[in-house]
């Protein structure tokens, strides 16, 4: 970690519970994994590029708000040629750690370029409550069993509200979310999970009623999410989640070996047409969790919506013996994206 992204830390300030919650250090633990292995990522992010350039392309005269929501440090935007397409950027983070590293990164771009506006918080208006919610009911709960139920009780009736960025600025002409999707419930989890542990010294898993709670929470979180996307008139939409996990083993050749440079197209891995991960190298192959807890991203679009057809690729984001805690395997994860168009019929924030 260089020495100002070290003090970018530091210095984050704001709702104190989203350092308590692990935003701020995963912002910084994911610019170190795309430091380590950026060759990999590569093909990942400039499908990202790619279609939000092309997005660019189709927008008229300069004008109106560009949306990115999780612009942690803006690695899939494009945003020397997006930026110039409006009057005012407005960038969604739970990182503060975002806005200075931002700055510095545009204070050494040739051309002017508009000033971004950093919203730093939970876009969702929902899981950093719910999960500081969460916490005391564990730390004030005398056991486990009794905590577990009323966990599940008060998940089962969290009803996420329809976040407000969508009522916030009236002259939205795109709105982005990358990568994002099936991180709105992961840190908010992993807290709560962790909490739980250290209180009772017992997993929050083991409590089924309750873990299967806090996932339907989140695929409402996710819905609500989506939901919002939909409904800017007149604006493009674009989104891209990871939709699968896989882990893989080498088979045939160590890393050295077979991770040479220049590495094959698509950082060596693409999806076949059964949709799964095709390999340039023998591997054994074992699907992981579901980051979306069996939701399809089809599915939550409100009816109606203009969407061009997705696209899926492999994003290989942590390369064999690349990470410690990979020596033996490494992970992929299989994106999904989507693109509303402007001319698509949009939804009404809070139905459905």
């Known amino acids: 970690m260089a020495s100002t992204d070290l003090w970018d830390d530091l210095r984050t300030t704001g709702d104190p519970r989203l ?18 292995s950026s060759a990999f990522w590569m093909p990942h992010l400039e499908r990202n590029r790619g279609n939000l350039a092309r997005l660019g392309l189709q927008l008229p005269a300069r004008g109106g708000t560009l949306l990115v929501l999780g612009a942690g440090r803006l690695l899939d935007v494009p945003w020397q040629d997006l930026f110039p397409k409006f009057e005012r950027v407005v960038l969604f983070d739970a990182d503060g750690g975002i806005a200075p590293f931002v700055e ?45 139920r009323l966990l599940e009780e008060g998940l089962r009736q969290a009803d996420p509200p329809a976040p407000a960025w969508p009522r916030a600025f009236a002259d939205v002409r795109m709105a982005v979310s990358t ?63 990871d939709v699968e996990v896989w882990t893989y083993a080498l088979q045939a050749a160590s890393p050295e070996v077979a991770f040479k440079t220049p590495l094959p197209p698509d950082a060596g891995v693409t999806v076949d047409e059964r949709g799964r991960p095709r390999f340039a190298w023998p591997v054994t192959l074992e699907r992981g969790l579901d980051p979306l807890h069996d939701q399809r991203i089809r599915d939550l679009w409100p009816a109606g919506v203009g969407l061009e057809q997705p696209q899926r690729w492999a994003w290989h984001i942590v390369p064999q ?32």
């Open 19 to 36: 350092r308590q919650q692990g935003y701020p250090s995963s912002g910084m633990g994911l610019l170190e994994r795309f430091q380590r």
């Open 104 to 148: 510095r990164m545009l204070a050494r771009h040739a051309s002017p370029l508009p000033a971004p506006v950093f919203e730093i918080g939970d876009c969702t208006d929902s899981v950093v409550q719910v999960a500081a919610w969460a916490e005391h009911t564990i730390q004030t709960t005398p056991g486990p069993d009794v905590a577990a």
């Open 179 to 241: 990568n994002l999707l099936s991180q709105l419930g992961h840190f908010p989890r992993l807290h709560i999970q962790t909490v739980f542990k250290k209180r009772f010294e017992r997993r929050l898993r083991a409590f089924d009623r309750a873990s299967e709670a806090l996932e339907r929470y989140f695929c409402r979180v996710r819905a609500r999410h989506i939901q919002a996307l939909a409904s800017f008139a007149g604006a493009s939409a674009y989104l891209s989640s």
């Open 321 to 352: 013996a690349r990470e410690e805690g990979y020596p033996d395997y490494g992970r992929i994860h299989l994106v999904e994206a989507w693109i509303k168009t402007a001319s698509g019929r949009p939804a009404r924030v809070g139905t459905g």
